[in-house]
């Protein structure tokens, strides 16, 4: 039931991990972001990296059950290994959409406890469920009962009026008891009042070292951590102390960190050579698009940072800016924002390696 497959168009090839039995590698991942983490942006991720572990937008429960379930799970086996992001805190719901993330190929199933907007307060969706750990087990409970793929929670590490140690590892103990052995922790709390969600990003104080407690206080968990991480360097300090990173924004607004993926935590030869390369790879998909009748617009937003901090980055941003929008717009377009960018000749292991060290 996956919609639109294209796996072989542009070269690139699944990894297999949906529907195996087997658990796709979290020792690097990119975090679901709503408006961000689309079919889209997935598509190019992954001709950047075969081994990172991408995660859907946030989709709840009633959408899946209540509104266009195939709009909402479409995807490319391309993208695999792909993980369902939930939101959602009704335990037979959870299982029901918990079995059309296993129905429709996905690799992972994650629950959402992180999410501190008001709109998923309302509907006890996210953060909040951060109070609720006998709930959010009961959920898990459910998930893993109605599905073979692995089950995982994304949360904080706390929320206003319940921050403690203590707090943080009662809420382990008890999801960890309904059978959940995969714990992806932002690094900060969430404040439900007072904060918007982008607030929510920056303002509450990362506590890495409490990642890390949590790791050694309990070593049979997976624990991944996340929140602000922007370097391999970072990631590589990280990985000493648990098992995976989880990066956002940074591996949105500058893909090409992506490209070194591979090498620099798979030990596995980078699959295109150059930004150029992973561009010209879209050609199909992108066209293939088109034709369902995708305005390119939103498809061409997700490709803005490629060529982040590169000579014509600039031009080639502001080109597809300035006519991706315009009626009729098609593949031409980023066919001519590409032709002002000059095509490097150094090799992408490098380049993407460098440029993942040096940001700042």
Request: charged fraction near 20%; hydrophobic fraction near 40%; glycine fraction near 8%.
């Amino acid at each position: 039931m996956v919609i639109n497959s294209t796996a072989n168009r542009a070269g690139n090839t699944a990894t297999g991990t949906a529907n195996t039995g087997l658990e796709p590698s979290r020792r690097f991942s990119v975090a679901p972001m709503m408006d961000w983490t689309t079919p889209h942006y997935r598509y190019l991720a992954r001709l950047l990296s075969r081994h990172t572990l991408l995660y859907t937008e946030m989709v709840t429960t009633g959408a899946l059950i209540h509104g266009d379930t195939e709009r909402f799970l479409r995807h490319d086996p391309a993208e695999y290994p792909l993980a369902l992001q939930l939101g959602g805190s009704d335990a037979a719901e959870l299982a029901h959409c918990a079995r059309l993330a296993e129905q429709f190929g996905f690799s992972e199933v994650n629950l959402n406890v992180g999410c501190p907007s008001d709109r998923v307060q309302n509907n006890m969706i996210g953060a909040c469920l951060m109070g609720h750990p006998d709930k959010v087990a009961e959920g898990v409970a459910a998930m893993i009962e109605a599905t073979h793929l692995p089950v995982t929670v994304k949360h904080r590490i706390g929320i206003n009026d319940r921050e403690s140690w203590e707090e943080l590892c009662e809420f382990i103990e008890k999801v960890a008891a309904a059978g959940c052995r995969t714990f992806i922790v932002h690094a900060r709390i969430a404040v439900l009042e007072g904060l918007s969600p982008k607030e929510n990003r920056d303002v509450p104080p990362l506590k890495y070292d409490w990642v890390y407690r949590l790791k050694q206080t309990y070593p049979h968990l997976e624990i991944i951590i996340n929140g602000g991480i922007k370097t391999f360097e970072e990631c590589h300090q990280h990985l000493k102390y648990t098992d995976g990173v989880m990066l956002g924004r940074e591996a949105y607004h500058n893909p090409w960190l992506l490209a070194g993926v591979d090498s620099e935590f798979f030990d596995s030869e980078p699959p295109v050579a150059s930004r150029h390369e992973a561009l010209r790879s879209m050609y199909p998909f992108i066209q293939s698009e088109l034709e369902r009748g995708v305005f390119l617009g939103h498809i061409s937003r997700h490709l803005l940072g490629l060529f982040h901090g590169m000579p014509g980055g600039r031009q080639f941003r502001r080109y597809i800016s300035e006519n991706a929008h315009k009626p009729g717009a098609g593949l031409e377009v980023i066919q001519a924002a590409l032709e002002k960018v000059q095509e490097p000749k150094e090799p992408a292991q490098t380049e993407a390696t460098t440029s993942a060290l040096s940001q700042p």
